[in-house]
């Protein structure tokens, strides 16, 4: 059976809790040295935990732990950056582990 990309999601942990982004939307994951974290100014968006360069473009860094009041204090520290495409410009987040690529299949009933 043959996947297009439409289908795919990437499941990916923050503080124990599942996020599920399209495969098409990922750009890179990479691992973070808080060195490659540029810090907030002060037009710095909420949840907003700093800035890096990604291919020649200043991507705003997300914290989801905090936008989802998961916990007083985030767990991805050693973990893993993803990296997506959004409508304006690209965007991270900080992400404690990706588990794994998942295949959504909708039937029409």
Not at 41 to 68: H, W
Request: hydrophobic share 50%.
């Amino acid at each position: 059976m043959m996947v297009d990309a439409d289908h795919l999601r990437i499941v990916f942990q923050v503080n124990d809790v599942d996020f599920v982004m399209p495969v098409d939307d990922l750009l890179a994951i990479r691992g973070l040295d808080e060195d490659d974290l540029a810090p907030l100014d002060q037009s710095s968006e909420p949840f907003q935990l700093g800035s890096l360069a990604y291919r020649e473009t200043d991507v705003r860094v997300y914290d989801l732990a905090l936008l989802f009041n998961l916990s007083a204090e985030s767990n991805c520290e050693a973990g893993q950056l993803l990296i997506f495409a959004g409508s304006d410009w690209p965007w991270a987040v900080r992400v404690r582990r990706v588990k794994s690529v998942a295949v959504i299949i909708v039937c029409w009933i």
